[in-house]
């Protein structure tokens, strides 16, 4: 089994819908959680960070759930622009990190 | 600020051949990864340095992988001899703390 799963995907949405990707580690211990996006053939940035109380950022909100070890992202009002890969990533203290596979996003007019 | 710099930023190779990456990071950041990238897969870690020490390097392939940071500060990443198998984006990023920052990338063609 992975350390990281994500949901496989393709997700093929049109403008304006709702989508939400999730995440499954297997860790306990993992101590911090991140969402990045990945343009097609460009590096990794950073989305945004995951709290245990949730956070959100303008259309995208973030959760975690450490009792079932996932979590998810949700893009409201997708746009073109979001079309991305979103990679979930997990660091287990000491800055060690590993990456999901990704999910894939297209959002079509 | 300037990012994270690599390069080069293509590279082919037949298998067999050796080859060297080269990465930059941002001034003042103390850790620096290398890692893998596979078509279709999510990057995976090869090795993180912090100043010029091993943190980890669990999953570089050790007999034909080396990494090296003598200064702390740029780093080179070695193949020898290449694979087909590690035709592959290969990233470097440093991190001040917990986002990490990505150079363009290398990527490099085995045939």
């Known amino acids: 089994r992975k350390e990281v799963e994500q949901d496989p995907g393709p997700f093929n949405v049109p403008e304006g819908a709702t989508v939400a990707f999730n995440c499954t580690y297997s860790n306990s211990a993992s101590q911090s959680f991140f969402w990045y996006r990945q343009d097609c053939r460009k590096e990794p940035k950073l989305l945004m960070s995951?709290?245990?109380s949730g956070n959100e950022d303008g259309r995208f909100t973030a959760q975690l759930n450490r009792a079932s070890q996932y979590i998810s992202l949700l893009i409201r009002d997708s746009k073109l622009s979001d079309s991305a890969t979103y990679l979930c990533?997990?660091?287990?203290?000491?800055?060690?990190?590993?990456f999901g596979d990704g999910t894939t996003l297209t959002v079509k007019p | 600020e300037a990012g994270v710099a690599q390069s080069p930023r293509y590279k082919i190779i037949e298998k067999r051949q050796s080859v060297a990456f080269w990465c930059n990071p941002i001034s003042g950041h103390a850790t620096l990864y290398w890692y893998q990238q596979i078509l279709g897969q999510g990057p995976k870690l090869l090795i993180q340095?912090?100043?010029?020490?091993?943190?980890?390097d669990s999953q570089l392939p050790k007999d034909r992988f080396s990494a090296e940071r003598l200064k702390g500060v740029d780093s080179t990443l070695k193949i020898q001899p290449a694979k087909l198998e590690d035709s592959a984006v290969y990233l470097c990023?440093?991190?001040?703390?917990?986002?990490?920052?990505f150079g363009p990338g290398t990527r490099l063609t085995v045939t």
């Open positions: 990023a440093s991190t001040p703390l917990y986002e990490q920052y």
């Open positions: 340095f912090q100043n010029n020490g091993v943190v980890d």
């Open positions: 995951v709290y245990s």
């Open positions: 990533v997990v660091n287990k203290g000491a800055g060690k990190s590993t």
